[in-house]
């Protein structure tokens, strides 16, 4: 079955503490990223990556590391994570397109929690 | 600006009627505008991609419309499920030599037996 994992689905950390979030996908997609989603505000992207060893700031960096050593896996790495970070977190997966259009599939989120 | 506005915040009808959602976008340079559905707690799934040269694009009981020159969209749900329940998110696709999303905040529908 073609999907985007996440884990862990539920983290719950103190401030300070450096936390990874996984994300895998199966469909041999090129590109990659991360977005954030709080209430009232629509997803905002935090990073993205259109190939391996290809990453690229989104619209709301602060905060966050990416890395892309393989082209199914996007870890999110939180250095330092602050209550400000507490959202949840998506991460999506296309073809890049160009003169065609493509599905972008979301893996099922992370609820992220920093006290 | 890029952005995408979207209407009403939050529905509620009875089962088995029809409904409409609204959305207008300032996308630039357009490359397509996108439907996705999210239940609660789960991912987006997409529900339609449009090209500006498509105006009507049907998925089972969702039709998607797509004005190009007035910048607007709309979803329409026929016949509506208790499954129906969700958010309704719409977002646009820019390409400035990148391709970009701009998503509006959704329309949080509730489906009433």
């Known amino acids: 079955e073609a999907q985007v994992t996440q884990n862990p689905r539920y983290l719950i950390t103190v401030t300070g503490k450096k936390l990874t979030v996984t994300c895998s996908q199966n469909m041999n997609h090129e590109y990659m990223s991360w977005y954030r989603q709080d209430p009232g505000l629509g997803l905002r992207q935090i990073y993205y990556?259109?190939?391996?060893?290809?990453?690229d700031k989104g619209d709301v960096p602060e905060g966050y590391k990416v890395s892309r050593k393989e082209k199914r896996n996007f870890p999110l790495i939180l250095e330092s994570p602050s209550p400000n970070q507490t959202s949840l977190y998506f991460c999506?997966?296309?073809?890049?397109?160009?003169?065609?259009?493509?599905?972008?599939?979301f893996g099922p989120g992370t609820r992220l929690t920093v006290t | 600006k890029n952005q995408v506005e979207q209407s009403p915040q939050s529905l509620i009808i009875l089962e088995g009627k029809n409904c409409t959602l609204q959305c207008n976008y300032t996308v630039s340079p357009f490359s397509n505008l996108r439907w996705y559905k999210q239940d609660t707690g789960r991912g987006p799934v997409s529900l339609t991609i449009?090209?500006?040269?498509?105006n009507t694009k049907s998925n089972g009981r969702y039709t998607a419309t797509l004005d190009a020159d007035t910048k607007q969209s709309s979803l329409h749900i026929t016949a509506s499920q208790l499954s129906d329940s969700a958010s309704y998110i719409c977002?646009?696709?820019?390409?400035?030599?990148?391709?970009?999303?701009?998503f509006g905040t959704g329309t949080r529908l509730t489906i009433i037996p």
């Open positions: 999506a997966s296309r073809k890049p397109g160009g003169t065609q259009v493509y599905e972008q599939y």
């Open positions: 449009m090209t500006f040269s498509e």
């Open positions: 990556s259109m190939n391996v060893e290809v990453t």
């Open positions: 977002v646009g696709m820019y390409n400035f030599g990148n391709e970009k999303l701009t």
